[in-house]
C-alpha cells in the first residue's frame, strides 16, 4: 500500500487491548485522527476511567546530512511531519509493526500491551549496513485526560522526576511514568493545535495541545542498533531488554493459545477468535470478568454483553470467562433488570434502562447449559433467573408488564433501537416490540429447561409460554406484507398500521432464537421480506430502504448520525441471526453452507481495511455501505463468529 496518500491511509486504523479495559490505537501511518487514539488509554478503575496518558511518540532518525522524522501529525492548514513518506510498511500480526527506511537505514518499530498490565511496551531495531553513524531521538507526547474530551496546555502542569532509566510524570490528574534504555534529557514543550480529523467529520471539537516534557536519545555506531521506550501506570514493574523480549514472546503464545481453541486451521475464525478477546475484561468492582461493548468509547452493557457472550466465550472454549460475565451482571440484578451498563466513573450506579438486557441474560444461561450441561452453575443463577420472569410478569420499573395476553409491554427507548436527540424519540417503540415478546417466549423455554434440570417445577413457564405463542402469531403477523409488525401497541392503545408496519430486522430474532413460536410458513416469509429489504454484504439495515423514514448515509454531526443509526443504517450484528435463521428455514445442504460463507466473504475482506483485524460498528446503509461508529464491536464480531462456528463450519 502507498503510504504517502495522508487521506487514504488515515482511513485504516489498528487497536491492541490489554484485558482491563485499556488500549493503544492509531491509523497505521501513526497519526491520530481520533480523541480516542493514544498509545497508552490506561483504564484505572477496569473497564473504565479510561485516560489517554501517551499520545504518541515523534521519533527523528539524525543523520550527517539530514534528519528523518517518522510523526505524522495534522496542525491548521499542514501536515508536520510526514513519516508516511518514508513509511514502507505495516502489519498487525502479531503485533502493529512500522518499517522505515530512512538515510540507508531500516527502521523497525513494534508496539504491544501486555495483558493484565496498564502499560505499552514499544521497541525499536535499526538496522544500518554502512555502519554510518547518527542519532535515534524520541520525543513523547503525553496527556492526562478522559479518553471523552480533549486538553489546552492552560488546562494541565506537568512536574517531571528524572530517574535511571525511569522519568515520573505528575499532573493535577494523576501520574504515570515513562521508562527506557535511551539516554533522557528534559526539555519541556507544549506541541499546540494537533487535528483530529475524524472528529471534525463527526461534528465535535477536534483541536488539542500536548505536553512533551523532553526527549531520549540512542547513539548509533555499528551495523545494528536496538532501543526501547514504555509508558506505564504500574508501580513496581521492572523494565530491562529481557523482560521486553518475555513480554512480546509471551503475548505472542497468549495469542496462539486462543487462536487453537478456536480451530486455528481455520484463518478467518483465527481472526474473528483474535478479535474477540479484547472485549473480554476484568472488572474490578465485581472482580469478575465483563464485555466492552466496543472500541473507543463504550463501556460494558449488558445487551450488548449478553449478546455477544455465546460467540465471545462460548465458541471460543471460554467457559469460565462465560460463568464470570454471568457472575456479574447476576451481582447487579435489580427488581428483575439487569444493568443496562455501568457508569463510566466508578463512583457511580448501574443504570437498568433496557427492556431485553435481562431477557438476553437469560438466553445466555440457556447457550451456556447447551455447552457445558453445568447444572452446577445454574443452580447457582437461578434466583436471578427467578427474579427476571417474575419481575416481568408482575411489573418492574420502566413500565415494563406482562399483560393479559401474555405479551411484554414497556415504555419507550428501552430496546436497542434507542436513539435519542433531546427529548424526541428517533425510534419511537412503545408498546410490544417483536423481538422483546421474541425473547421473552424464548427466556420462558429455557428457563423452562433449565429450571427442570435443577429439578424446578417449570408447569407455570409452560403455560405461559402457551399464551405467548397463541398472542404472538395472532396480534404480530402482518399477512398484508407476510412478515411481523415491527411493534404493536400496548393495552388501551390504538394500531397505527401506517406507521407500525415498517420491516426492519428486529423480525429475524423470531426466527432465529433457538425457542420460536411461528409456523414454517411464516418464519420462510419473514425470512423472504428480510432477504429482500434488509439484507447487504456487511448485514442488516435497520430500516427497509423502501420506506419514506430511510436514511442511507450514517454521517454528518450527532443528531444527523442519530436520525439514521435505527433507520436504514446496516449493522453487522444482524448477519448472526440471518444465517441461523437461513440454516432453519432453507433446505440444509452443503451448497447452502457454501452460500452462506460467500455472504461472509466482504466482512472477511473489511477485518483488513478499517480497522484490521476487527469489525466496525455499523455501515452506511446505501452503496459502497461505508463504515462507521465503533472502528471495533463486540457483537459485530461475536455475532459473526458464532454463526460461523455454529451454522457454516460444524457438521
Known sequence: MDHSDYSKAIAREWILSNGLGGYASSTVIGA????????????????????????????????????????????????????????????????PTFLYNAGGMTIKKQIMMPHGLNSTVTRYHIS???????????????????????????????????????????????????????????????????????????????????FNPGHFDLEIKGRDASCFIVASTEPDEKWDWKRIQELFDNGQRRLEGLAGKGMADDPFLKKLVLAGDSFIVDRRSTGSKSVIAGYHWFGDWGRDTMISLPGLTLVSGRYDDARSILSTFAAHCKEGLIPNLFPEQDSGSPAYNTVDASLWFVHAAGRYMDYTDDTGFIKIIWPTIESILENYRKGTAYAIRMDEDGLIEHAGQLTWMDAKIGDLEVTPRKGKACEINALWYNALMYAGKMGESIG????????????????????????????????????????????????????????????????????????????????????????????????????????????????????????????????????????????????????????????????????????????????????????????????????
Open 32 to 95: 491520530n485522527t481520533r480523541k480516542y487514539h493514544g498509545l497508552l488509554i490506561a483504564s484505572l478503575k477496569p473497564p473504565v476511567e479510561r485516560r489517554v496518558l501517551l499520545s504518541s511518540l515523534d521519533e527523528e532518525l539524525i543523520t550527517q546530512k539530514e534528519t528523518f522524522r517518522l510523526a505524522v501529525h495534522r496542525y491548521p492548514d499542514a501536515i508536520y511531519p510526514r513519516g508516511n513518506d518514508i513509511l514502507t510498511d505495516f502489519y498487525m500480526e502479531p503485533f
Open 456 to 651: 424446578i417445577d417449570v408447569s407455570a413457564l409452560r403455560k405461559d409460554a402457551k399464551l405467548v405463542k397463541e398472542s404472538f402469531r395472532e396480534l404480530f403477523w402482518n399477512e398484508k406484507k407476510k412478515c411481523l409488525y415491527d411493534c404493536i401497541p400496548g393495552s388501551g392503545e390504538v394500531m397505527d398500521y401506517e406507521k407500525d408496519s415498517s420491516v426492519r430486522p428486529n423480525q429475524i430474532l423470531a426466527v432465529s432464537l433457538p425457542h420460536t413460536m411461528l409456523s414454517a410458513y411464516m418464519e420462510k416469509n419473514i425470512f423472504d421480506v428480510v432477504t429482500e429489504e434488509l439484507l447487504t454484504p456487511y448485514g442488516l439495515r435497520t430500516l427497509s430502504p423502501f420506506d419514506k423514514r430511510y436514511k442511507g448515509s450514517y454521517a454528518g454531526n450527532p443528531e444527523e448520525r442519530d436520525c439514521a443509526y435505527h433507520n436504514g443504517t446496516v449493522w453487522p450484528w444482524l448477519l448472526g441471526p440471518y444465517v441461523t435463521a437461513c440454516r432453519k428455514v432453507c433446505r440444509d445442504t452443503p451448497e447452502l453452507k457454501e452460500k452462506l460463507r460467500s455472504l461472509l466473504h466482504m466482512i472477511e475482506e473489511h477485518m483488513d481495511e478499517a480497522c484490521i483485524g476487527t469489525i466496525s460498528e455499523v455501515f452506511d446503509g446505501d452503496m459502497p455501505h461505508r463504515p462507521g461508529g465503533c472502528v471495533s464491536q463486540a457483537w459485530s464480531v461475536a455475532e459473526i463468529m458464532r454463526c460461523y462456528a455454529e451454522d457454516i463450519l460444524a457438521e
Open 128 to 210: 544500518n549496513p554502512s555502519g554510518k553513524k547518527g542519532f535515534f531521538r524520541i520525543m513523547p507526547l503525553v496527556n492526562n485526560r478522559s479518553v471523552h474530551h480533549m486538553t489546552r496546555s492552560d488546562e494541565l502542569t506537568f512536574m517531571q522526576e528524572v530517574l535511571p532509566g525511569k522519568i515520573s510524570l505528575e499532573c493535577e490528574n494523576g501520574s504515570f511514568s515513562l521508562y527506557s534504555d535511551m539516554g533522557y534529557r528534559a526539555d519541556e514543550h507544549w506541541y499546540y493545535n494537533f487535528e483530529y480529523d475524524t472528529e471534525l467529520l463527526r461534528g465535535y471539537p477536534h483541536r488539542e495541545d500536548n
